[in-house]
């Protein structure tokens, strides 16, 4: 299956390309918006800053063409993010708005960010052949708490939104890439989601 991956500045691109092609994914790797928007199926990588990634995505108008596309969206790590409504996350700034809800900062007695392996409650096509309680690995400071379009869900200072699907948008807090086999049958299952 034909996979489009967005090269942002901000993501660890590389590697993610990697895992899409141990998975089974035909890449295509851009940051053109045309084709962009005439891709079959889309992977918004993102890392760090929230305020960085969606100022790049609004910049090269590749913010406007995932509002706009129907094509399956697959978010991972600050690209779950990303398709928010809104990200608390130094001030507040607007999102893709693809998923409603928030992104807000982790807050309690664990250290913040959260960095390593967590346990996922999981459900839905894209946890197809992975056990619920199945560990990914995260790095994260922010993350949604009790999203309505929520698949998954992880506790860290709490429980929040691992994985969201909202129709043909899919979105993962954790690092697919680094998630051994669970997180390639992940990619797996969005690669091949009808």
Avoid at 46 to 55: D, K, Q, T
């Amino acid at each position: 299956m034909n996979v489009t991956l967005i090269d942002s500045p901000v993501a660890n691109t590389a590697n993610i390309a990697r895992a899409l092609r141990a998975a089974g994914a035909e890449l295509h790797i851009t940051n053109d918006p045309g084709e962009i928007a005439s891709a079959k199926k889309l992977v918004l990588p993102g890392v760090g800053s929230f305020i960085a990634a969606m100022r790049w995505l609004e910049e090269t108008r590749i913010a406007d063409v995932l509002r706009k596309t129907t094509a399956p969206l697959l978010g991972i790590c600050v690209g779950h993010q990303l398709l928010f409504d809104v990200s608390h996350e130094m001030g507040t700034t607007r999102g893709l708005g693809l998923v409603r809800g928030a992104i807000v900062k982790f807050d309690g007695p664990l250290p913040v960010p959260q960095i390593g392996w967590n346990r996922v409650t999981c459900r839905g096509p894209l946890f197809d052949g992975v056990a619920s309680g199945s560990a990914f690995y995260f790095v994260n400071s922010y993350a949604a708490r009790g999203a309505t379009s929520e698949i998954a869900r992880a506790d860290y200072n709490g429980p929040f939104t691992a994985a969201v699907q909202s129709g043909r948008v899919f979105g993962v807090q954790f690092h697919p890439e680094k998630s051994s086999t669970a997180g390639l049958r992940v990619l797996r299952n969005f690669i091949t989601w009808k």
